[in-house]
């Protein structure tokens, strides 16, 4: 049920829609075509000013990642942060913390971790890979693949947009009473050509507008049949980074959809029931200026932090393996002594000897209570990143 509501699709709410139009199958079930890319949007004083927001606020967080020292301290936890929100408002329940223990010690204790780790592998491969390729559906066929690998939905052909119809609705509904009935495969296959012309199109329209339009429309054509909405919203991300508007992955709207999801999904539904785009786009706007304020608070709670832990090693002499481990804690806040010997490339005992200096000054916890295999937690680091 990848980002649309949960109420009945009654023809009636759609048939005024300026978005697009319903058409009858064969079959007897209604189902949505949307209109090509861009529509007709009335701006005023109120939006422009809005839009000029979005911009200086993410402009900021940008600002704020050029001028730190290290700044994968702050990707790679934001990352995953962004993983595990996107994935939570599909459903899964793994935590940020479940996800550095996996990680960090190859323990997975639920099945949704997984889930969020491939998550993570499609948004780091999706980076690189924009380097040399464009955003078009053949590089979406690949994150998709990727997404779906070794989890629930890798038997729905993963890499593959969908050879037969889907809808949503409650678990149990048929395409007859469904909430949201995407197009049918013929239709679909042409609105997804356009929409991949609208991608790569250069026009006049504003990148925070035009991502905004995109993520909307992907999840009306729903090409996939299941991981839709992720896929979507790892598009927003790609986009911005492709536009270089976001050349550092800090941004995690997944964050904002994820606490306003009834109004996320009411949102994008009514652009298709009624043309809705305004109020769509103001709630993406006001999406990207409150997580860009609070990822910029949460980077500068980070680096102060570290930069007291910092003056605590120093003051109390520990050894230089402690300020290397006590950096690679803000990377990997849930760890134990085996993944820091591994990327460190340090020895077992110097690892063993800076965790335990740094649990006695309270900058580690050991959470297992275990004579082997340890598991150590950087506390203050988790609770900056999931408050």
Not at 10 to 17: A, E, I, P, V
Not at 134 to 143: A, G, R, V
Request: one cysteine or more.
């Amino acid at each position: 049920m990848d980002a649309l509501t949960e109420e009945n699709m009654d023809s009636q709410l759609f048939k005024n829609s300026s978005s697009g139009k319903l058409i009858k199958t064969d079959n007897g079930f209604w189902a949505f075509v949307p209109n090509p890319l861009p529509p007709k949007l009335k701006w005023d004083a109120s939006l422009s000013h809005l839009l000029s927001q979005a911009a200086q606020s993410l402009g900021l967080l940008v600002g704020l990642g050029e001028t730190l020292p290290n700044p994968h301290l702050l990707i790679y936890p934001f990352i995953r942060k962004e993983a595990v929100l996107s994935s939570r408002i599909e459903g899964t329940r793994s935590t940020l913390s479940e996800l550095f223990l996996c990680e960090s010690t190859q323990i997975e204790k639920q099945k949704d971790v997984r889930e969020v780790q491939n998550y993570v592998i499609a948004l780091e491969y999706g980076i690189s890979r924009l380097k040399e390729t464009s955003l078009d559906m053949k590089f979406i066929l690949e994150l998709h693949k990727i997404l779906m690998q070794n989890v629930r939905g890798e038997d729905k052909k993963p890499g593959e947009f969908r050879e037969c119809q889907n809808w949503i609705g409650p678990p149990g509904c048929s395409k007859y009473d469904a909430t949201f009935v995407p197009p049918p495969v013929p239709e679909m296959k042409k609105v997804l050509n356009q929409l991949e012309q609208f991608l790569l199109s250069i026009n006049s329209i504003s990148p925070l507008v035009k991502v905004a339009l995109i993520h909307s429309q992907f999840e009306t054509i729903h090409p996939f049949h299941d991981g839709n909405g992720r896929i979507g919203r790892l598009l927003i991300i790609l986009y911005l980074h492709k536009q270089n508007l976001l050349p550092k992955p800090l941004l995690y709207l997944s964050a904002f959809f994820e606490k306003y999801s009834n109004e996320y999904r009411n949102l994008l539904l009514k652009v298709c029931q009624q043309g809705a785009w305004r109020p769509w786009i103001e709630f993406f706007l006001r999406g990207i200026i409150n997580q860009s304020k609070d990822a910029i608070t949460r980077a500068r709670r980070l680096v102060k932090l570290q930069e007291n832990y910092r003056k605590k090693v120093h003051e109390k002499g520990l050894s230089p393996s402690a300020g290397r481990v006590l950096d690679f804690i803000f990377m990997r806040p849930v760890i134990n002594i085996k993944s820091g010997v591994k990327v460190l490339e340090l020895t077992f005992p110097a690892v063993s000897k800076a965790m335990k200096q740094l649990e006695k000054v309270g900058i580690l916890k050991e959470t297992t209570g275990a004579q082997r295999d340890k598991v150590y937690e950087a506390q203050d680091i988790l609770k900056i990143l999931e408050d």
